[in-house]
């Protein structure tokens, strides 16, 4: 097998931890390096089982630092690199979206200079080289809610079953939130640097992700979380809003197909035409949960509470994923109540990784033994 050095940054978080450990997995040949900073959603726990393979390594590192992603990039002669490091929460994006700025654009932009002045000093130059940038469907914006009772696919709606239209690739950006705004920032230097320079690119736009590790800030964990502790479920609004659901393995799947088949400075939609309004999925949360606690049918129902809207809240979310479908064969591979009770059952069994997240317990440790390791 054909040797590669791949830096995955932002590794330590939700999706990062899986595309690592798919990496790791599956490609021995490869040198995979973990480039994080370790911000409150970067967890090294998330990787345990596979941090003792020998092609794995991890640095701890800011994308904004331009210098340090030069030497990091040099270093270790990078020719591939994955990038997720992001602030990904939009509610945390309101209270400051400075924080997301400075790492989801001029973080991806140090990291696309960094490697385009590497790379050029090549004598193969861009030959063999790839940045993989991961998107975000919200930078599409928002879609009508025209089927608001869910009617099914193939209805006098003609498209999803909350609606007829879906975020294609084609689709204009009109991101609402400082996080999509930000994340639609990042992609257009991506696509920027394809453009002006050549430079070596693949941006992918996947819909919600859930799974193992996710921090519970987001609704799905949220919500496991607090049915197992009996705790109010917030829903904002009257819980409408729809989301397009995918498992995050079925992400890093997508992400490994076109990172080594996907045509260079392309766009793909990632996405599992999986559509529920929000209040289903708490819902449905809750009949998972009670049962795989040995609790009575809905015993937890009363623990919904609908609470303030969040400000700009878009209504619905629908990715058109075919153009990846047509000419790679990627499909998902899970159902999503196959999923979500896989889910469910992970947040159970893991309780103690759940305990050290919520309490924080996590980032003194880790930062701890790094320092450790490096005295
Ligand atoms: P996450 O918040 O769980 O993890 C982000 C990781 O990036 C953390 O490990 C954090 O420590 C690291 N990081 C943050 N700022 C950094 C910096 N300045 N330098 C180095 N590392 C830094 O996020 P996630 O949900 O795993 O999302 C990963 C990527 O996928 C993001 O780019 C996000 O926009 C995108 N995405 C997420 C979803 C989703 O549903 N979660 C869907 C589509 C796309
Ligand atoms: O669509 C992809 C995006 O999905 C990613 O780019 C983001 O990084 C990721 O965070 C996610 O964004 P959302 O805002 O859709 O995810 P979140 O889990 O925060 O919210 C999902 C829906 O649930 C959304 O409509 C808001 C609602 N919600 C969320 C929380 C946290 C609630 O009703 N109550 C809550 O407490």
Redesign the pocket.
């Known amino acids: 097998m054909e040797k590669r050095t791949i830096m995955v940054?932002?590794?330590?978080?939700?999706?990062?931890s899986s595309v690592v450990r798919h990496f790791v997995k599956k490609y021995p040949d490869y040198k995979i390096i973990n480039?994080?900073?370790?911000?409150y959603?970067?967890?090294l726990e998330n990787l345990k089982d596979i941090e003792h393979f020998p092609n794995y390594s991890f640095i701890k590192?800011?994308?904004?630092d331009f210098v340090d992603m030069c030497r990091i990039i040099e270093e270790n002669e990078v020719d591939g690199i994955i990038?997720?490091?992001?602030?990904?929460?939009v509610d945390r994006s309101i209270k400051d979206p400075f924080t997301f700025a400075?790492?989801?654009v001029m973080?991806t932009l140090s990291l696309l200079q960094a490697a385009r002045l590497y790379w050029e000093k090549s004598p193969s130059k861009y030959s063999g080289k790839l940045f993989y940038h991961?998107?975000?469907?919200e930078v599409y914006g928002a879609l009508e809610l025209s089927c608001p009772n869910g009617t099914g696919i193939s209805n006098e709606c003609g498209g999803g079953p909350y609606g007829r239209d879906f975020f294609t690739e084609k689709t204009a950006y009109m991101p609402h939130s400082p996080y999509s705004a930000s994340?639609a920032s990042g992609d257009h230097f991506v696509r920027s640097f394809h453009d002006t320079y050549g430079f070596p690119i693949i941006i992918s736009?996947?819909?919600?992700?859930?799974g193992p590790y996710?921090?519970p800030e987001?609704l799905i964990p949220l919500c496991i979380n607090n049915i197992r502790n009996k705790k109010p479920l917030p829903i904002y609004g009257t819980g409408e809003n729809v989301r397009d659901w995918l498992y995050v393995e079925d992400?890093s799947k997508a992400i490994d197909l076109l990172f080594h088949k996907g045509r260079v400075g392309q766009t793909y939609n990632i996405g599992g035409f999986n559509e529920w309004k929000n209040i289903d999925i708490v819902k449905l949360l809750i009949k998972i949960t009670d049962k795989l606690l040995g609790r009575q049918e809905n015993e937890d129902i009363g623990l919904i509470t609908f609470v303030k809207d969040r400000a700009g809240h878009d209504l619905r979310y629908a990715i058109d994923s075919s153009k990846l479908r047509d000419e790679l064969g990627w499909q998902p591979s899970l159902q999503f109540e196959e999923g979500l009770e896989k889910t469910v059952k992970w947040y159970i069994e893991n309780r103690k990784w759940l305990e050290n997240v919520t309490s924080g317990d996590y980032m003194n440790y880790y930062q701890d033994m790094y320092k450790l390791s490096l005295s």
């Open positions: 940054t932002g590794g330590a978080g939700f999706i990062g480039v994080d900073k370790l911000t959603a970067g967890n590192a800011d994308i904004c990038h997720l490091a992001a602030e990904s929460h400075r790492t989801n973080g991961v998107s975000t469907d994340k736009n996947c819909s919600n992700n859930y996710q921090f987001k992400h």
